[in-house]
């Protein structure tokens, strides 16, 4: 089992940056893409940001290119995604996730991620 632990979450006023991070523990499962999710009041839960572990490419949600940035520090075991620009619609609680293929760092598709944190909010207000 792995366990994810998502930090760094707040109220920003639009324009503003967050940084958020995602402490990995336990277990000894390989896993191959991890990334973040946001889900908003009534609406779905949409793929945000990926990172292959090992390799490091990275893959974005069209919404939020050029904002935020996903990275990863193996030796601390953390992912982060630095939020820049941030605006209104980003308010959501946001999610890490990890999978063990990297397929599903091409396919942002939630179902392919079995290890989930328990979220952290951020709000953003314009």
């Known amino acids: 089992q792995v366990q994810l632990v998502e930090s760094g979450g707040g109220s920003v006023q639009a324009g503003g940056s967050l940084r958020l991070s995602c402490a990995a523990s336990?277990?000894?499962?390989?896993?191959?893409?991890m990334g973040w999710f946001r889900q908003a009041p009534g609406k779905e839960r949409e793929g945000v940001a990926f990172?292959?572990?090992?390799?490091?490419?990275?893959n974005y949600a069209d919404s939020v290119k050029g904002r935020f940035t996903i990275s990863q520090d193996n030796a601390k075991k953390t992912m982060y995604l630095q939020m820049n620009s941030l605006k209104p619609e980003d308010t959501a609680m946001y999610y890490c996730?990890?999978?063990?293929?990297?397929?599903?760092?091409?396919?942002?598709?939630?179902?392919?991620?079995?290890?989930w944190g328990q979220g952290t909010q951020v709000t953003v207000s314009s």
């Open positions: 996730a990890a999978a063990p293929y990297t397929y599903y760092c091409r396919s942002m598709a939630s179902s392919g991620f079995d290890y």
């Open positions: 336990g277990g000894s499962d390989s896993r191959n893409c």
């Open positions: 990172i292959y572990i090992g390799g490091g490419s990275t």
